[in-house]
């Protein structure tokens, strides 16, 4: 095992940020979020999961993706500019598990996102593994771990005084690699886990299509897209055009896309007026079959990773692991 | 010395033919103002209003019909009551209360119209820009001012980091 | 009988008898939280509870239920409820005041099972230690709601002094400078994600304003001033509407403080115009003409 002392660590982290973007859990008036931080002390270190989770930094909430500058005959298309480098420090297994899910939409299947490619290319995963896991954690239920350093570039396990280190990927290794590393005797010691149940199997989420219990949920959902958006996986948007205030004698405009989500009623609202998803239920109904049955059938992984914020964060407190749970007991 | 840029929402029966009258009698009044003619005071939504200062207008000056002779009965009425309470929300929200004025011009007050017009800009000039419109990102510093904030709902779950 | 039992059997009642068709109340969830439940069967009116912790306004789903816009996943034609029965607070009950002026539905729709209210906890697990008072219900005098058909629980003869607001207060006090730098750190954190506004029993528009495909008050970005606008405009389409069970608030995930916007505004309404909303049928003086002006000259 190798360790880093937490001197070490800090000074490691300050050159950090003064050579790339370090985002970092820090602690605002309301909680705790990923933020950009310029140095190690502005790090949250004991504090809960973070209230969003890190996908905002490669799929950010809106961004542009094109201006047009129209001056007389001419227009002029600019595209943005690609990506700075920038570092994920602290990030939390389930949030690192959310990023890999999202690399399967948006760069691993054709066409490939190529604002968000640029982003992924530009940043490095650096995990700190929980010691254990919150009171709605589920990580366990989705194949994760609390300290799972899978989808790592390099992960940090706490162990007071040193930190313990391991480099997963090429890219990590060579972050790591001027650091002074001491080896030590004895492996890290694993993060308790705690089982947990209530999630249906995909063949009992597709039979689910047809249960009645849907529109009952859906009675009480408000149909805001607050799931959806402290979601490490949700990854909807939409794509608009807006006019920019221009010079005299232009005309400059903006192709701008945002998050959207499925739970919102217009969602899926078509030309003409029809709306195949006008009911609560089965916006909520889709949000879910989504993350169990469309999503791995078309890229592969699962679009869960356990993190429990829609749980903690549900205004109704509308719980994935007990509508799941129902729905398993119906199947069997 | 700055000069403003001044949006003027213009109801047409009165204060638009109040500022023609104006312009006719050869009353000198300031260029600052860009008029938009609307049929009424009581059509300037509060939300035109928030998209002017939004797009970089320094002051929205809405002049309408004096009150108990609007052509639409009660088109006044409503923007008297909706844009005080639109001053006062965007005062809470921290921006300066003579950005925004509501006034009474009838169609044959031109001298009232130069007058109104003057004021309103002569009092922008010393406040120089509005800084109401913001390009890119706000400071993401917490202004810290020292009173309890409401918890983010999504803070209560999650293990605390070790 | 505890207060929730008698609210139980209320519900039951009105459902056995046929009275209404639905009832909507609060149910204990997972991790004990206390969440709305929506029943149709009077054997499953010994899910609901009463207590400290039913702080949602549930007013926001009587408008949805009346009309059939129910949630309903399947194809199936289902005839909506003709009345509804709903638990109330004070606080919400004023909801009802504000939503039948607006002719969202009829009196005779609604059967209300009010609560005679001590205020509602702080924090959203129902095992908080040390459970302190919400700060909106510290400020509050209220105890009988202004719409109800059945009344239960005692009001308290003594009311506790109301307290004076001091965050509003505080806000206020500020320069206008540190005001904006304030508001603008507090808008910057928002994620557009809407709660506030599904969370409002007023803000029932079919289409938001703010959302509209064609007509651009506000544009697609999630970035401040588009944030801002949004804030600003929606609390002036409440002023004179919220009746402040700050829902908006609570449901907030990035913890924005969008009550003191909705109080700022129901203040001025207050002092500028006489008008507290909710506490009668009327609509806001700001949607319409005073009575006493409709014949000034």
Known sequence: ??????????????????????IAP?????????????????????????????????????????????????????????????VIFGLRPCDARGIRVLDTAFVDTPPIDSRYA??????LLVGLACRSMGASCFCTAVGLAPDDPRDMDVMFSDRGATLAVQALTPRGEALIANLPLVEELGEVEPASRREVGGLPTAEAWKESYSDARWAKHGERCLSCRLCAYVCPTCRCYDVRDEALPSPPGEAHFERLRAWDSCMREGYRLTAGGHNPRAASGSRLRNRLLCKFVYYPHQYGPAACTGCGRCLDACPVNLDLLEIGGALQEAAQ | MYEPKVIGFLCTWCSYTGADSAGTSRLKTPWNLRAVRVPCSGRVAPELILRAFDQGADGVLVLGCHIGECHYDSGNH?????????????????????????????????????RIVSEFVDALRPLGPNTWRINGAAPRADAAIGMPLPAASGLSGGAPCP | MSISEAMQSAARDVLASGQVQRVIGYETGPHGRVRPAIIDRPEEAERLVWSADCTHNLTVYLHRALTGENGRASREAVA???????????????????????????????????????????????SAPEATLQARCLRCRERVPVVHDVLLGEPPSALPEALPDEALAHVRDLPPAERAAFWLSQFDRCIR??????????????????????????????????????????ALHLAGRCVGCNECERVCPMGIPIGLLNRHLAETVESLYGHRAGMQPVLSPVTGMLSAEESAP
């Not at chain 1, 190798?2 to 370090?22: C, F, I, M, P, V």
């Not at chain 1, 905002?56 to 005959?73: A, D, I, M, T, Y």
């Not at chain 1, 640029?118 to 940043?123: D, G, I, K, L």
């Open chain 1, 118 to 123: 640029s982003r992924r290319e530009n940043t």
């Open chain 1, 26 to 86: 820090h602690l605002e008036a309301p909680g705790v979020f990923y933020r950009p931080v310029q140095r190690a002390q502005e790090i949250a270190w004991e504090a809960g999961r973070p209230v969003l989770s890190a996908k905002e930094f490669l799929f950010p909430p809106s961004e542009r993706l094109l201006k047009v500058e129209k001056r007389g005959p001419d227009v002029r298309l600019e595209a943005s500019p690609s990506a700075a480098p920038q």
């Open chain 3, 80 to 126: 909506p409820p003709a009345r509804v029965a709903i638990v109330v607070k004070p606080c919400d009950s004023r909801a009802i005041n504000v939503l039948l002026a607006e002719h969202q539905f009829s009196r005779e729709q609604v059967f209300a099972i009010g609560m005679a209210c001590e205020g509602m906890r702080q924090g959203a697990p129902a």
């Open chain 1, 1 to 22: 095992m190798k360790t880093l002392s937490r001197e070490n660590l800090n000074l490691w982290l300050d050159g950090l940020a003064a050579q790339h973007a370090l």
């Open chain 3, 193 to 234: 994600c809407y709660a506030c506004r599904q969370a409002c029993p007023m803000c029932n528009c079919p289409t938001c304003l703010f959302e509209q495909e064609d007509a651009l008050w506000v544009g697609m970005r999630i970035a401040p001033s588009e944030k801002r606008t949004f804030h600003l405009g929606r």
């Open chain 2, 78 to 114: 409503r923007a008297a009551k909706r844009i005080p309470l639109l001053l006062s929300i965007l005062e809470f929200a921290g921006m300066q209360p003579e950005r925004l004025r509501l006034d009474w011009v009838s169609a044959s007050e031109g001298d009232r119209y130069a």
